[in-house]
């Protein structure tokens, strides 16, 4: 096909995409930009519209990969030359829809956990007042027992079992589950250095959350989010990335990087049905103990 033919078909499918499909500016300069490339391809190689396979799409799309193009670049050229062999056949043009193209799966990006070094830091802060000891110990929580914010707030002062197989017992945790979480040493000694602190934190009474506000009540997800910036900040570490769950996930990629089993960690995260009773860590779950105690190592 002629390049003046070309140029016909993409100004009518640039009009089909701005006032039928009603695609953005920024979508169609990309769609077009596609195009002109995908046709160009064509010509160097003699191929008219009409003889156009899904064989030769996805050489095309395969070549762009070799050249380093992203896995969201690829799969939007698909797009646009899908969208636009759709178009000329719906104009009743003789040409082959490709139906199905093998494209690079997408990368999904990995969250930004914690180094060990980092990790340090935070919970070698010196506890020297009650705020930045009952901020250490909101961290220690996610970080050492993988707690969600939404438990972390929610946790009670009868969850906390400081004394002989100390644990926290999460209640109704996310899809309804509740379940055990042995503490190890480093955060049971964090945890009780915070029990001492959290006396004054209270105020007209007590409300009978574990962690409280500077106000003596339930601290909140917002709250939360504020502490966790301001305490890594406090031991010198960058804060971009940086949110609640960061600290959750870190818990279970340095479990799994130490060797954990990862049934284990998915039963600590509460992934998994767990049936709770008050005996079950009495009964002494020695893999769940061994599991947490590597991040004292």
Same mark, same amino acid.
């Given at each position: 096909?002629?390049?003046?033919?070309?140029? !016909?078909?993409?100004?009518?499918?640039?009009?089909?995409?701005?006032?039928?499909?009603?695609?953005?500016?920024?979508?169609?300069? +990309?769609?077009?930009?596609?195009?002109?490339?995908?046709?160009?391809?064509?010509? !160097?190689?003699?191929?008219?519209?009409?003889?156009?396979?899904?064989?030769?799409?996805?050489?095309?799309?395969?070549?762009?990969?070799?050249?380093?193009?992203?896995?969201?670049?690829?799969?939007?050229?698909?797009?646009?030359?899908?969208?636009?062999?759709?178009?000329?056949?719906?104009?009743?043009?003789?040409?082959?829809?490709?139906?199905?193209?093998?494209?690079?799966?997408?990368?999904?990006?990995?969250?930004?956990?914690?180094?060990?070094?980092?990790? %340090?830091?935070?919970?070698?802060?010196?506890?020297? %007042?009650?705020?930045?000891?009952? %901020?250490? +110990?909101?961290?220690?929580?996610?970080?050492?027992?993988?707690?969600?914010?939404?438990?972390?707030? %929610?946790?009670?002062?009868?969850?906390?079992?400081?004394?002989?197989?100390?644990?926290?017992?999460?209640?109704?945790?996310?899809?309804?589950?509740?379940?055990?979480?042995?503490?190890?040493?480093?955060?049971?000694?964090?945890?009780?250095?915070?029990?001492?602190?959290?006396?004054?934190?209270?105020?007209?009474?007590?409300?009978?959350?574990?962690?409280?506000?500077?106000?003596?009540?339930?601290?909140?997800?917002?709250?939360?989010?504020?502490?966790?910036?301001?305490?890594?900040?406090? +031991?010198?570490?960058?804060?971009?990335?940086?949110?609640?769950?960061?600290?959750?996930?870190?818990?279970?990629?340095?479990?799994?990087?130490?060797?954990?089993?990862?049934?284990?960690?998915?039963?600590?995260?509460?992934?998994?049905?767990?049936?709770?009773?008050?005996?079950?860590?009495?009964?002494?779950?020695?893999?769940?103990?061994?599991?947490?105690?590597?991040?004292?190592?």
């Amino acid at each position: 096909m002629a390049k003046k033919a070309d140029l !016909q078909l993409l100004k009518e499918f640039e009009h089909y995409l701005l006032y039928v499909l009603r695609r953005s500016p920024h979508t169609i300069r +990309a769609y077009m930009n596609d195009l002109e490339k995908f046709l160009r391809h064509c010509r !160097q190689n003699g191929l008219e519209l009409s003889k156009i396979t899904s064989s030769h799409v996805q050489q095309f799309l395969n070549t762009l990969s070799i050249q380093g193009l992203s896995v969201s670049t690829i799969h939007r050229v698909a797009s646009s030359i899908k969208t636009f062999l759709n178009f000329l056949e719906q104009q009743g043009l003789d040409v082959h829809v490709p139906s199905r193209l093998h494209l690079p799966r997408p990368l999904k990006r990995l969250p930004r956990f914690l180094s060990y070094e980092e990790v %340090n830091r935070i919970f070698s802060l010196p506890l020297d %007042n009650p705020i930045i000891t009952r %901020n250490v +110990a909101v961290l220690a929580s996610m970080y050492y027992c993988g707690l969600r914010v939404s438990e972390v707030c %929610n946790l009670k002062v009868e969850d906390v079992w400081l004394g002989n197989n100390p644990h926290l017992n999460v209640r109704m945790g996310k899809g309804g589950k509740d379940r055990l979480v042995p503490l190890s040493l480093k955060a049971r000694e964090i945890m009780e250095m915070y029990t001492h602190a959290r006396y004054s934190l209270l105020k007209n009474g007590d409300p009978g959350f574990f962690f409280l506000s500077i106000n003596g009540k339930k601290l909140d997800s917002s709250a939360v989010y504020r502490l966790t910036l301001s305490t890594c900040k406090e +031991a010198g570490i960058r804060t971009e990335g940086i949110h609640p769950h960061v600290f959750r996930h870190s818990f279970a990629t340095h479990l799994l990087q130490k060797g954990a089993n990862v049934r284990i960690v998915q039963d600590l995260l509460g992934h998994s049905s767990l049936t709770t009773t008050s005996r079950y860590l009495h009964l002494g779950d020695a893999e769940r103990f061994r599991a947490v105690s590597l991040l004292d190592e």
